[in-house]
């Protein structure tokens, strides 16, 4: 890895077969190593496509995707790209193919060919950073989905990725499944410094990451800070996309004249600048 | 059409060394008209309370009843009684089958025996409940459609047996925020129009908070407490204490009042928040012009 742009998109357009309207049209965006970034989009808009492009299970027809510095066109770099960049998918059923959480963790360990004394320390280690060492022996359909996810991200994370593309890894969760899932591959981003993709429908979730890709028709429609996507009610209405409640509700104080300030998008900013807006003396001292 | 579900208990597994009680001792009750909202933790029994109310379970001790008939007793028809509190599963998309979407629809209605004027007639009015256009869809195949229509093509499945209480497992789960929306704006609909008796399941604090009429929360095998949303809402500690949050409007509510801002304590609505706080930041405004202040803080 010369520069630190991790993930690179130049101009890609994909389709699925010649007949179809391209999936994705002449789309260009970079990721740095470390960030986090969410992607945004309805059913049909083209995010998963994406995904799948990054990983290289498809490849552009037009333009170029560059993951860890390797072209996805160069079939002799599949392998290591996949293995740079691993992806969960949203049903926690479909991803678990051992009987034994640690056995699950070693598949792709031991698709690389990973010699079994160097595998166990890793699958350890993984287990461990998901916090689910202690399910190593048990058996997979006894977890809870969360917990099938987290096994998931281990698999992934054993195989030392740079990259971890989540596709709607919450969509199937009940709400502390969602939590759990999310703080730790927050907490491998943080502390592992790990680039994550994170393709979701929960505007909350959105609201967390570094910064937010909207995709509707094959294209990035929107991209900035969550700060700077949820300020535009209007237009993310319009694509039939919601914003976080409190985002909502600050903007319809504004349509009254209240003066608040953007990039309001958790209830303790809401109680920050209410409290600001209504008592200015007491908050500046 | 009124469901009592009295001192119900479920076990999985029962004389087995796997033995797992899923329900405990649970009463409650479905009122004819109401917008039943069954808020839980996962594995807090939801799922198998709700697949109690039309009989689809068999009580390990206690009774359902329906209009005060014993659900389970020896003379009950079940089969008629399965038509008129309709279930719709979790993820029910995954049980289309049929070639175009209207004979999936058709396929519950036909099973009756209904004349084929009848049954044109209830896939006609299904297909309008759930926001089908009939000559755009009723021809293609359930398969090609997204997943959001997929799920529409099966709850009109259930629609169409004219079900007096329909029951849905986390109708929302999974989808895209339109396909959300969509299935939530038809139950509204459903209900206020057609005064169809709904149950719901959620995980949703949000969408509970737009449609149920009455809240039930379960945990561990137990109902913990009933009441209105707003009554529900404006309890955080028992909600927190059952693995649940509130809306995030309830929350922030709940955090103005902490700092002294003079708020109802059960706000849920965004509408009704919005009022309120544009009320005080007007009295604030009034206050300042007349050379007043603090008075709020």
Same mark, same amino acid.
């Given at each position: 890895?010369?520069?630190?742009?991790?993930?690179?998109?130049?101009?890609?357009?994909? %389709?699925?077969?010649?007949?179809?309207?391209?999936?994705?049209?002449?789309?260009?965006?970079?990721?740095?190593?470390?960030?986090?970034?969410?992607?945004?989009?309805?059913?049909?808009?083209?995010?998963?496509?994406?995904?799948?492009?990054?990983?290289?299970?498809?490849?552009?027809?037009?333009?170029?995707? /560059?993951?860890?510095?390797?072209?996805?066109?160069?079939?002799?770099?599949?392998?290591?790209?996949?293995?740079?960049?691993?992806?969960?998918?949203?049903?926690?059923?479909?991803?678990?193919?051992?009987?034994?959480?640690?056995?699950?963790?070693?598949?792709?360990?031991?698709?690389?060919?990973?010699?079994?004394?160097?595998?166990?320390?890793?699958?350890?280690?993984?287990?461990?950073?998901?916090?689910?060492?202690?399910?190593?022996?048990?058996?997979?359909?006894?977890?809870?989905?969360?917990?099938?996810?987290? /096994?998931?991200?281990?698999?992934?994370?054993?195989?030392?990725?740079?990259?971890?593309? %989540?596709?709607?890894?919450?969509?199937?969760?009940?709400?502390?499944?969602?939590?759990?899932?999310?703080?730790?591959?927050?907490?491998?981003?943080?502390?592992?410094?790990?680039?994550?993709?994170?393709?979701?429908?929960?505007?909350?979730? %959105?609201?967390?990451?570094?910064?937010?890709?909207?995709?509707?028709?094959?294209?990035?429609?929107?991209?900035?800070?969550?700060?700077?996507?949820?300020?535009?009610?209007?237009?993310?209405?319009?694509?039939?996309?919601?914003?976080?409640?409190?985002?909502?509700?600050?903007?319809?104080?504004?349509?009254?004249?209240?003066?608040?300030?953007?990039?309001?998008?958790? /209830?303790?900013?809401?109680?920050?600048?209410?409290?600001?807006?209504?008592?200015?003396?007491?908050?500046?001292? | 059409?009124?469901?009592?579900?009295?001192?119900?208990?479920?076990?999985?597994?029962?004389?087995?060394?796997?033995?797992?009680?899923?329900?405990?001792?649970?009463?409650?009750?479905?009122?004819?008209?109401?917008?039943?909202?069954?808020?839980?933790?996962?594995?807090?029994?939801?799922?198998?309370?709700?697949?109690?109310?039309?009989?689809?379970?068999?009580?390990?001790?206690? =009774?359902?009843?329906?209009?005060?008939?014993?659900?389970?007793?020896?003379?009950?028809?079940?089969?008629?009684?399965?038509?008129?509190?309709?279930?719709?599963?979790?993820?029910?998309?995954? =049980?289309?089958?049929?070639?175009?979407?209207?004979?999936?629809?058709?396929?519950?209605?036909?099973? @009756?025996?209904?004349?084929?004027?009848?049954? $044109?007639?209830?896939? #006609?009015?299904?297909?309008?409940?759930?926001?089908?256009?009939? @000559?755009?869809?009723?021809? #293609?195949?359930?398969?090609?459609?997204?997943?959001?229509?997929?799920?529409?093509?099966?709850?009109?499945?259930?629609?169409?047996?004219?079900?007096?209480?329909?029951?849905? $497992?986390?109708?929302?789960?999974?989808?895209?925020?339109?396909?959300?929306? =969509?299935?939530?704006?038809?139950?509204?609909?459903?209900?206020?129009?057609?005064?169809?008796?709904?149950?719901?399941?959620?995980?949703?604090?949000?969408?509970?908070?737009?449609?149920?009429?009455?809240?039930?929360?379960?945990?561990?095998?137990?109902?913990?407490?009933?009441?209105?949303?707003?009554?529900?809402?404006? =309890?955080?500690?028992?909600?927190?204490?059952?693995?649940?949050?509130?809306? @995030?409007?309830?929350?922030?509510?709940?955090?103005?009042?902490?700092?002294?801002?003079?708020?109802?304590?059960?706000?849920?609505?965004?509408?009704?928040?919005?009022?309120?706080?544009?009320?005080?930041?007007?009295?604030?405004?009034?206050?300042?012009?007349?050379?007043?202040?603090?008075?709020?803080?």
């Amino acid at each position: 890895m010369q520069t630190d742009e991790q993930i690179l998109l130049q101009d890609v357009s994909f %389709a699925y077969d010649e007949a179809s309207s391209p999936a994705l049209s002449h789309i260009s965006a970079s990721i740095r190593q470390g960030e986090f970034v969410a992607v945004l989009g309805h059913n049909g808009s083209g995010k998963s496509t994406l995904a799948k492009l990054i990983n290289a299970l498809y490849i552009p027809g037009e333009g170029n995707v /560059v993951v860890c510095g390797y072209d996805t066109k160069d079939e002799k770099l599949v392998w290591e790209i996949r293995r740079r960049a691993g992806m969960i998918f949203q049903n926690p059923d479909n991803q678990i193919v051992a009987t034994v959480v640690k056995e699950d963790v070693a598949f792709g360990l031991e698709n690389l060919g990973v010699p079994t004394d160097e595998m166990i320390p890793r699958i350890e280690q993984a287990l461990s950073a998901v916090r689910m060492s202690k399910y190593a022996d048990s058996a997979p359909h006894t977890l809870s989905g969360g917990q099938k996810q987290r /096994v998931a991200i281990a698999g992934i994370l054993a195989m030392q990725p740079s990259v971890i593309i %989540a596709d709607e890894a919450t969509a199937m969760l009940d709400p502390s499944g969602r939590r759990e899932v999310l703080e730790t591959v927050q907490m491998l981003n943080r502390s592992k410094g790990i680039t994550v993709l994170w393709i979701t429908h929960f505007m909350e979730e %959105a609201a967390l990451a570094d910064r937010v890709l909207v995709v509707t028709d094959g294209k990035i429609q929107l991209e900035g800070t969550p700060a700077q996507i949820f300020d535009r009610v209007e237009e993310m209405k319009e694509m039939h996309l919601d914003v976080p409640p409190m985002a909502a509700l600050a903007n319809e104080l504004r349509k009254e004249g209240m003066p608040l300030p953007g990039g309001i998008l958790t /209830v303790e900013d809401m109680v920050q600048e209410v409290e600001k807006t209504l008592c200015p003396s007491k908050s500046a001292t | 059409m009124s469901i009592e579900v009295r001192n119900l208990t479920h076990a999985y597994s029962e004389a087995t060394a796997m033995r797992t009680v899923a329900l405990e001792d649970v009463c409650m009750t479905v009122e004819d008209g109401e917008f039943l909202g069954i808020i839980g933790h996962t594995g807090s029994g939801k799922s198998t309370l709700v697949q109690h109310l039309n009989g689809l379970l068999k009580p390990t001790s206690g =009774q359902v009843l329906v209009d005060g008939e014993d659900l389970n007793g020896e003379h009950v028809n079940r089969r008629i009684l399965r038509q008129r509190i309709g279930l719709v599963f979790q993820y029910p998309e995954y =049980q289309l089958f049929e070639e175009t979407v209207a004979k999936d629809i058709a396929f519950g209605p036909k099973n @009756q025996g209904l004349p084929k004027e009848e049954i $044109d007639e209830r896939v #006609r009015y299904a297909m309008e409940c759930v926001h089908l256009d009939f @000559q755009k869809y009723s021809e #293609r195949s359930p398969f090609e459609l997204s997943g959001g229509q997929m799920r529409r093509v099966a709850i009109a499945g259930v629609i169409a047996m004219r079900p007096s209480v329909l029951i849905l $497992d986390e109708p929302t789960a999974g989808l895209d925020p339109r396909g959300r929306d =969509q299935i939530l704006s038809m139950l509204e609909q459903l209900h206020a129009e057609q005064h169809t008796t709904i149950v719901m399941v959620s995980h949703s604090m949000d969408d509970m908070a737009r449609l149920a009429t009455r809240l039930i929360v379960m945990a561990e095998g137990k109902v913990l407490a009933t009441g209105t949303p707003r009554e529900i809402f404006a =309890q955080e500690k028992m909600m927190l204490s059952a693995g649940l949050g509130i809306p @995030q409007v309830a929350s922030l509510c709940c955090a103005l009042r902490k700092k002294g801002f003079d708020l109802p304590p059960d706000l849920y609505r965004p509408e009704e928040l919005k009022e309120h706080i544009l009320r005080l930041w007007q009295n604030k405004r009034k206050e300042v012009l007349s050379g007043k202040e603090e008075s709020l803080c």
